[in-house]
């Protein structure tokens, strides 16, 4: 005869199967886009093993996180012939699912160990405790002081029907009724049959939970009931009730506290270790940053002696190569910023102030139009403006003004920068904020993107070419307001 296999078994199965489909295929995106020479979608579907098998293995995931990054990045080397950007980037993704791998494993341990909390609390109970299928009325589980009150073995409830220890059908049926109306009941008599016949009375408490299963709390109130008076039962369930109540808040408002406790702790440690990467980040940018100066220097002084034009060539690549090394480092140190602080209220008349102080404008004049508007962003709102700005200047050849003004919608304010310079091509209109357009903008469009998403803002261009370029910032309702200036800060004409 067969041995069945226990429901837990089966999940293990179905999890191990899944996270082995999922392994394949990713493992075969990586080999199939990478022989078609596709780098930049692939990766994100390494999140997928790494998330499934950290869920259900999660004292194993860093080092599985470990072990499929290495094969990932091992993929990249093979196939792209040690292509520098193609290391690079590899590298930086190797380091992002490791990361991943880390903290979902955290985060996945800590889950564990709430779920043997919370089970343990259910075993242990002194109230009787049991669930069921609202749908089917099947009990799914049971704890050791209800299946004593009723004299039965777990075995012999989990999985019958409610009806065996709620025989009568229609305090039943208004059981389930008043839970099915009301998502949770409270303090509802109900007479349960134990196995041996005898009836029991319970004080029910339910509540449905979202996958529609009842959580039921019964306290065996027979003995009393046999023993009390009718009025002597009202005034004793009036002081229960109280009791009751007054501890259920009385807990409430101890988890409560901990659980502020416990997520202050969990955001302090979060800064610190936003503030450790940042530091490390940092520190590696400088240093990196001085190694690729040394190559600079060293390339310019073979330039300098080698008069070989096809060596000369190869180093003139080298050196353009280089310096596309420098500018991306140089923009991790903008990027890294966004969304560390807290968003805050901006007014536009400083932030543009701001923005300008830090530019060189010859012969160009700013025009702000935008009265005493403030809008809620990250607190790096003002890079938004020098990005627009510096955009301006250097591609938009003869500008000779710069225009900030807003108009409001039904829906939303829009706040536009605009200039009197060549405009921005048709076609280009949508790929310039782009991640593939950075070599020949720079980084500064990209940046105003992440910058406006933090807060839900969103930006277009919409100006005519040989006209001049026309940027739209998108601010829905809530996040923008009108206050009266302060007169720190005075509007440009």
């Known amino acids: ?141 049971i704890n050791g002081k209800c299946i004593q009150m009723l004299r039965y073995e777990r075995s012999e409830l989990i999985g019958v029907n409610l009806s065996l220890i709620i025989p009568d059908a229609e305090s039943r049926d208004r059981f389930i009724r008043q839970v099915r109306e009301s998502r949770e009941t409270g303090d509802l008599e109900l007479l349960f049959t134990a196995r041996d016949r005898s009836i029991r009375q319970f004080l029910i408490s339910a509540s449905v939970t979202p996958g529609n299963v009842v959580i039921c709390s019964a306290i065996d109130i027979t003995a009393r009931k046999l023993a009390e008076q009718v009025i002597e039962r009202a005034n004793e369930d009036l002081e229960r009730r109280v009791h009751e109540r007054t501890e259920e808040l009385m807990r409430a408002n101890k988890e409560l506290m901990a659980e502020i406790q416990e997520r202050k702790r969990f955001e302090a440690a979060i800064r610190l270790a936003n503030h450790k990467l940042n530091t490390l980040s940092g520190i590696t940018r400088h240093d990196i940053l001085n190694q690729i100066t040394a190559v600079v220097m060293y390339l310019s002084l073979i330039q300098e002696s080698e008069t070989d034009p096809v060596i000369n060539g190869y180093l003139k690549k080298i050196e353009d190569v280089t310096q596309m090394i420098q500018k991306q480092i140089r923009f991790t140190h903008d990027y890294q910023d966004i969304g560390v602080n807290e968003p805050r209220w901006h007014n536009i008349t400083a932030a543009v102030n701001d923005a300008v102080a830090g530019l060189v404008l010859e012969n160009v004049g700013i025009k702000l139009q935008v009265d005493d508007l403030e809008i809620f962003a990250d607190a790096n709102f003002s890079k938004v403006f020098s990005n627009l700005l510096e955009n301006a200047l250097v591609h938009g050849k003869y500008v000779t003004e710069i225009r900030f003004f807003y108009s409001e919608t039904e829906n939303d304010l829009v706040l536009s920068c605009e200039d009197n310079g060549v405009g921005i091509p ?13 070599r020949n903008t720079g980084y500064g469009l990209f940046l105003i993107v992440e910058i406006l998403g933090i807060t839900g803002l969103s930006i277009r261009e919409t100006g005519t070419p040989g006209k001049g370029a026309r940027f739209e910032i998108h601010v829905p309702k809530g996040s923008y307001r009108f206050v009266k200036p302060t007169g720190d800060h005075v509007p440009m004409h």
Not at 42 to 56: A, E, G, H, K, Q
Not at 91 to 109: D, L, N, R
Not at 115 to 126: D, V
């Open 1 to 141: 005869m067969i041995a069945q296999i226990s429901p837990v078994k089966k999940q293990q199965i179905y999890w191990t199967v899944t996270i082995l489909v999922a392994i394949i295929i990713t493992l075969s995106s990586t080999i199939y886009s990478l022989s078609h020479g596709i780098y930049e979608v692939f990766p994100f579907i390494y999140f997928l093993p790494i998330i499934l098998f950290v869920y259900f293995y999660p004292n194993r995931g860093v080092l599985f996180s470990l072990g499929i990054s290495a094969v990932y990045i091992l993929l990249v080397y093979l196939y792209s012939n040690f292509d520098p950007q193609a290391v690079a980037v590899s590298t930086a993704w190797f380091v992002v699912f490791v990361t991943i791998g880390v903290v979902t494993s955290s985060f996945a341990t800590g889950l564990r160990e709430e779920e043997r909390k919370y089970r343990g609390i259910f075993e242990n109970s002194q109230a009787g405790i049991f669930t069921f299928e609202l749908d089917t009325l099947r009990l799914t589980e």
């Open 426 to 438: 048709e076609e280009s209109k949508e790929r310039i904020f782009r991640r593939e357009y950075f």
